[in-house]
């Protein structure tokens, strides 16, 4: 087994070494949370998120879509999702080169199964709602053989009673069947993908256990199975395998390495959904694993998280023994892998999100990122805040450079550029913390504020924050 650690801390928008491996942080005026990545059909990215409400400059259209070169570079940003709160959600490419989002709207306290269909450049074709009495949630969406679009989650009459269920709908996104496949305990569908039958998958939790749900191609359930022990075990991801079988991906606590953690779980079935083996790894004593994909030479490759969510890639062999793992970090703020993508190189993007902009990080085969040291010369100072909007109080962090030997200060302006509050004498720190209170220790308003670093020799952009209420 070989064990890679990379901790990635940088500070340029991008760094490309070459095509098989890059880092990219992308920066937007909008507070972007990645949700998920696919590659397009012209060998590019899109990633797929939602908008923080509160620092929502496009106030009717809180989902985002984001297309991004084979380079990590920004090429488009589009938004949707109309007036009403977003959350959750999948990406999938449709077979016409354009996009098909399955997530979730909420509206006078109920959550919605919202579909979209885009065209290749981002731009809306078409979107509905749909839903029962209570809530119901998208998760996950994938093409179905016959040009249309499938959707799994969860829904419930009042958040506790959840049940898996799928929604189809033709290529027009009209509704087709909707069908609630009912268990015994509160459970929900996480990850759902198509067979090489033109039938479907669901993988989730069923009764505290990894869950498996097959279905046919009119929503009849074939069979369904859980595998775990008598604690707590989750299902993110399944695929089916090139012999016919299936392959899960979760979490276990009934089976950790480290007593009272959890590890990483993959499950083995055939083809009838019975359990052939199962793997477990620890990681940095706990581990999850969120996507995964079969490779070329039959084996499996899943990534997920260690620890306090660093993102943590592994690839094993067909039977699952482990032949490499990789950890990667970025910056000084733990931030999880969201999702993961195949590359035309073989290669795979891990999708991420890093202060509300979107972090890609782009492996080769082996799960390599080669960053060189020095490779450009940047003196920018890192400035950003978090949380962010915020409450109570929020952590302002900068990056130091050795170069300047004058004492800096931070300084808050409030919307109309007066000053609000200064931080002196803070050369030799990395962050302040300002609990919303003016130089004077007198609470400030809720609303918009400004903040930059200040420095003898030059100054920071400046950043925004908002204080609620």
């Given at each position: 087994m070989k064990r890679k650690t990379v901790y990635l801390f940088i500070l340029l928008t991008i760094i490309?070494?070459?095509?098989?491996?890059?880092?990219?942080?992308?920066?937007?005026?909008?507070?972007?949370?990645?949700?998920?990545?696919?590659?397009?059909?012209?060998?590019?990215?899109?990633?797929?998120?939602?908008?923080?409400?509160?620092?929502?400059?496009?106030?009717?259209?809180?989902?985002?879509?984001?297309?991004?070169?084979?380079?990590?570079?920004?090429?488009?940003?589009?938004?949707?999702?109309?007036?009403?709160?977003?959350?959750?959600?999948?990406?999938?490419?449709?077979?016409?080169?354009?996009?098909?989002?399955?997530?979730?709207?909420?509206?006078?306290?109920?959550?919605?199964?919202?579909?979209?269909?885009?065209?290749?450049?981002?731009?809306?074709?078409?979107?509905?709602?749909?839903?029962?009495?209570?809530?119901?949630?998208?998760?996950?969406?994938?093409?179905?053989?016959?040009?249309?679009?499938?959707?799994?989650?969860?829904?419930?009459?009042?958040?506790?009673?959840?049940?898996?269920?799928?929604?189809?709908?033709?290529?027009?996104?009209?509704?087709?069947?909707?069908?609630?496949?009912?268990?015994?305990?509160?459970?929900?569908?996480?990850?759902?993908?198509?067979?090489?039958?033109?039938?479907?998958?669901?993988?989730?939790?069923?009764?505290?256990?990894?869950?498996?749900?097959?279905?046919?191609?009119?929503?009849?359930?074939?069979?369904?199975?859980?595998?775990?022990?008598?604690?707590?075990?989750?299902?993110?991801?399944?695929?089916?395998?090139?012999?016919?079988?299936?392959i899960a991906i979760g979490k276990t606590h009934s089976f950790p390495t480290v007593p009272g953690l959890y590890d990483a779980y993959l499950v083995k079935t055939d083809s009838e959904g019975n359990e052939e083996w199962y793997r477990t790894y620890n990681g940095d004593e706990a581990a999850e694993g969120k996507n995964i994909f079969q490779t070329i030479e039959g084996g499996y490759i899943f990534a997920g998280n260690s620890g306090v969510y660093t993102s943590y890639i592994v690839k094993t062999d067909e039977d699952g023994f482990e032949e490499w793992e990789t950890y990667y970090t970025y910056g000084d703020y733990p931030q999880p892998t969201i999702d993961m993508c195949e590359a035309v190189d073989e290669g795979y993007v891990i999708c991420s999100s890093y202060y509300g902009n979107v972090l890609l990080i782009k492996l080769d085969n082996n799960g390599n990122v080669s960053i060189e040291e020095n490779i450009i010369e940047n003196n920018k100072k890192e400035l950003y805040c978090f949380p962010n909007p915020f409450k109570y109080n929020t952590n302002i962090s900068f990056s130091q450079n050795i170069e300047y030997i004058c004492n800096e200060e931070l300084i808050i302006y409030n919307i109309k550029g007066q000053k609000v509050k200064k931080f002196l004498n803070i050369k030799n720190k990395s962050s302040v913390i300002w609990n919303a209170k003016d130089d004077e220790g007198k609470d400030v308003s809720p609303g918009t504020y400004l903040f930059q670093l200040t420095t003898k020799n030059s100054n920071s952009e400046v950043k925004k924050m908002i204080l609620l209420k």
């Open positions: 490309n070494i070459s095509l098989s491996s890059w880092v990219s942080l992308i920066e937007t005026e909008v507070n972007d949370h990645s949700m998920g990545i696919e590659q397009t059909i012209d060998g590019n990215y899109i990633v797929f998120g939602k908008i923080y409400e509160s620092m929502n400059e496009h106030p009717e259209n809180v989902f985002f879509l984001m297309k991004v070169d084979i380079e990590g570079n920004m090429l488009w940003q589009e938004f949707l999702g109309g007036e009403f709160a977003c959350n959750g959600g999948d990406i999938k490419v449709a077979p016409d080169g354009g996009f098909i989002i399955g997530a979730s709207r909420t509206a006078y306290m109920y959550s919605h199964i919202y579909i979209a269909k885009t065209n290749p450049d981002g731009e809306l074709e078409w979107e509905n709602t749909f839903g029962q009495e209570g809530h119901s949630t998208g998760i996950s969406v994938a093409c179905t053989n016959d040009s249309g679009y499938i959707v799994t989650g969860y829904t419930s009459l009042d958040q506790r009673d959840r049940n898996f269920y799928t929604i189809k709908v033709d290529e027009n996104g009209e509704e087709e069947w909707f069908n609630i496949y009912d268990t015994t305990t509160s459970d929900y569908g996480k990850s759902i993908s198509t067979t090489n039958n033109g039938e479907f998958i669901i993988c989730g939790e069923i009764n505290g256990d990894i869950g498996l749900v097959k279905i046919n191609s009119i929503g009849e359930e074939v069979w369904r199975n859980n595998y775990g022990g008598t604690d707590l075990d989750r299902g993110y991801d399944a695929v089916q395998t090139g012999d016919g079988g299936f």
